[in-house]
């Protein structure tokens, strides 16, 4: 199992920033993907930002710009720092890690862009 703890939500002006972290703990051995989700009222989750361990990422082409994924692999950690954000940004993200078999979802943490 891998717990996942993700930080960073809150509410801010549009073209501000903010920098969400997803913490993971439990059983990391094998995690190969690393990313982010959101879910919009009333919309279905949409993936934002992905890494694996090679470090290639993946944006939608809404972000792609103004958020980077990163991670650092020796805290089990990933970031999305996201700049320049727009009230169309505003969701609840969630941190996902994937490996071969298996995936995991946190809990989700809100982020409100401001217009």
């Known amino acids: 199992q891998v717990q996942l703890v993700e930080s960073g939500g809150g509410l801010v002006q549009a073209g501000g920033s903010l920098r969400l972290s997803c913490a993971a703990s439990?059983?990391?051995?094998?995690?190969?993907?690393m990313g982010w989700y959101r879910q919009a009222p009333g919309e279905q989750r949409e993936l934002v930002a992905t890494?694996?361990?090679?470090?290639?990422?993946n944006y939608v082409d809404s972000v792609k710009g103004r958020f980077t994924i990163s991670r650092d692999n020796a805290k089990n950690t990933v970031y999305l720092q996201m700049d320049r954000l727009k009230p169309e940004d505003t969701a609840v993200y969630y941190c996902?890690?994937?490996?071969?078999?298996?995936?995991?979802w946190g809990r989700g943490t809100l982020v409100t862009v401001s217009s």
């Open positions: 890494i694996t361990s090679g470090d290639s990422t």
């Open positions: 439990g059983s990391n051995f094998g995690i190969n993907v």
């Open positions: 996902h890690v994937r490996k071969i078999f298996e995936q995991y």
